[in-house]
C-alpha cells in the first residue's frame, strides 16, 4: 500500500542521473532462489547511510555505483523516455478467475521471475478458489518488483497489494550474474525530466543499465548485457 504522507520524490534529469529527495532509505535486494535457480523471496542487506538527497546514476558507467559521477556528460548518454504515460489500468491485459484476478503490464516486465515457479501465475489464477494456490498466486504476484503484475479480487475489483515501505532497493540477481534495476516501493512518486508525474505505483522498476527501451523504466535489459554494479 502506498503512503500518501510521503514526500519521497525521484526526479529524472535530462540524459543525467535520478534525483531522489525525501530521505529515502537506500540498501540492496537480492533476488533468492531455490536450488533449480528460481525466483522465491527477497534479501535485503548493505542499507547506504541516511540522506535526505542524493543522485542515482542512471547511465550504468558511473565508477561510484549506485551514486553518479557525471560520467553520463561524457559519454554523451541519451537517457530519452519512452514510457507509456498512460494509468497502469490501461496498460494492463486481465485475467479473470473464481476469487482472485492478475492484471499483467507486460511493458513494465523487469525480468525477476517470481511468476515462474508453481506452473506460473497465469495458469493459477483459474485455481484461485483453492486456498493453497491462492497463497501461492498472491506471494509470487506480490514479489514482481516492477508491480507489472498485480492480484485484484473479483468480488470487489480492488487490487490487493503488499505493505511495503517507502525505499530504494538495488536489485541483484545471482541467478542471472547480474546487477538489477532500482526497486521502488511504497508510491515513491516518480517525475519526467519534462517535469511529467507518472502515475504513483507502490511497486516499479526503474532502468540503471542505461539500455532500457522503456526509459525511464526497466524492461529486463540488464539480464542480456548482464550488467554489473561493482
Known sequence: MTDPTSNARVVVSKNGPYLVSGGVPLSRQTIVADKKGESQD???SDPFPAQEKYALCRCGHSSHKPFCDGTHSKIDF???ETASR???KQQAEVMDGPVLGLADAE?????????????QVWSQVSETDNAEVRETFTRQVHNCPA??????????DAAIEPALPVAIGLVADPVEECAGPLWLTGGIQVVS???YEYEVRNRQTLCRCGESSNKPFCDGTHASIKFQDR
Request: glycine share 12%.
Open 107 to 119: 511493458a513494465l516486465c523487469a525480468f525477476a521471475r517470481f511468476c515462474d515457479p508453481n506452473g
Open 147 to 156: 508491480g507489472r503484475l498485480v492480484a485484484f479480487d473479483e468480488a470487489t
Open 78 to 80: 541519451n537517457g530519452t
Open 42 to 44: 527477497w534479501h535485503e
Open 193 to 195: 525530466s519534462d517535469g
Open 86 to 88: 498512460e494509468p497502469y
